[in-house]
């Protein structure tokens, strides 16, 4: 066979072959946490309304298209270096058609996608809204329920069948907050307040990140909504609200009593707040007062548990890249193994 013919074969080949790539690329075992294919917020599922159908135009006009080009390519090529194609003035029918119909198409697209946009852009109205305001900081999510008397961090608690409205701002740079299967995502600009609406109809832990690049750690800036029952979101409520129990005793003896007064004395105290104990009222890093309630700190990144803690207590930096010396991120503060081991027995009774 002569090079000549193996040509085609060896075409076709790899036009397979990367035809099986991308659809192996799109397939995936189980439920993926930010798959927003499968929504579970009214948000989002009208988002999920607007997507399948001018997706499904989109493969029309793309199959068509092709089909044309391909059609062109295999039953007009030259036969030989002398073939050369009729000369043909344009056809003012096709013309025509190939105008009026792709915007007749767009005009329609257009038509539903500005009504779906002001639809979900729309501020959420009611005596029974629950309003949380949201900060986007360098990298980490602040959440403060202005009517509960409640600010958190990273993990976002919501009652399932409840209209939620978040007033978002940053306290640095442009975030955007996307909880793909609750809702789309929007920008969280420094001295602007964005509004965006979200409900569960069912409890979950549903994933999200922020979406637009946001300095070293962008990445590692995730959240969590956690859509919990009507009543196991007031006894959520009910704990948030309390104050911190400082432990009491000897710090000789006790390592949580040690590690309240090492908060203290090491710094931690001008960064993070924990209300109930006194002189722990920073605003730079999240708000610590209920740590144990939440599954995942740093940014939602890590699991919290105590090798986790160790791990970061020892250098920050090392585990989540950022710029301490530029006020971006928690900096590396020499602890000792002792050290750690006392700042970690008083974090575990944040409770």
Not at 19 to 29: E, F, Q
Not at 43 to 70: G, M, Q, R, Y
Not at 176 to 195: C, M, T
Request: with cysteine; glycine share 8%; net charge neutral.
């Amino acid at each position: 066979m002569s090079p000549r013919n193996t040509r085609p074969r060896k075409g076709a080949f790899f036009l397979l072959l990367t035809l099986v790539a991308l659809v192996a690329s799109g397939c995936a075992r189980g439920k993926l946490p930010q798959d927003t294919l499968s929504p579970v917020g009214p948000e989002a599922i009208k988002l999920d309304h607007l997507f399948k159908p001018v997706f499904a135009v989109a493969v029309v006009v793309f199959v068509l298209v092709n089909t044309l080009i391909i059609t062109c390519i295999v039953r007009f090529r030259a036969k030989s270096d002398d073939d050369a194609p009729v000369q043909v003035h344009g056809n003012a029918k096709l013309e025509i058609g190939w105008t009026v119909v792709p915007a007749a198409i767009l005009l329609v697209i257009g038509v539903f996608t500005v009504f779906s946009v002001l639809d979900v852009n729309k501020r959420a109205s009611g005596s029974d809204v629950l309003t949380v305001k949201v900060v986007g900081h360098q990298w980490w999510w602040e959440y403060d329920y202005p009517d509960l008397g409640i600010t958190t961090a990273n993990e976002l608690h919501i009652p399932t069948g409840r209209m939620v409205q978040l007033e978002m701002t940053s306290a640095d740079v442009i975030h955007s907050f996307w909880p793909p299967k609750l809702a789309g995502k929007l920008d969280v600009v420094p001295g602007r307040v964005n509004y965006m609406k979200l409900s569960a109809t069912e409890p979950g832990d549903f994933s999200g990140q922020c979406a637009e690049y946001c300095g070293l750690s962008h990445a590692n800036m995730r959240l969590r909504v956690i859509a919990d029952s009507p009543s196991d979101f007031d006894a959520w409520v009910a704990n948030q609200q309390k104050p911190s129990v400082p432990p009491t005793g000897d710090a000789t003896v006790d390592d949580a009593v040690a590690g309240s007064e090492l908060f203290v004395a090491r710094g931690c105290s001008g960064c993070h707040t924990i209300n109930g104990l006194a002189g722990a009222a920073g605003k730079v890093g999240p708000n610590l007062t209920h740590l144990q309630t939440r599954s995942h700190f740093a940014g939602a990144i890590f699991p919290l548990d105590e090798k986790s803690l160790r791990r970061w207590l020892r250098d920050p930096p090392g585990m989540k890249p950022m710029n301490p010396d530029n006020g971006q991120g928690m900096p590396n503060l020499g602890l000792s193994e002792a050290d750690i081991t006392k700042l970690i027995a008083y974090l575990e009774t944040l409770k």
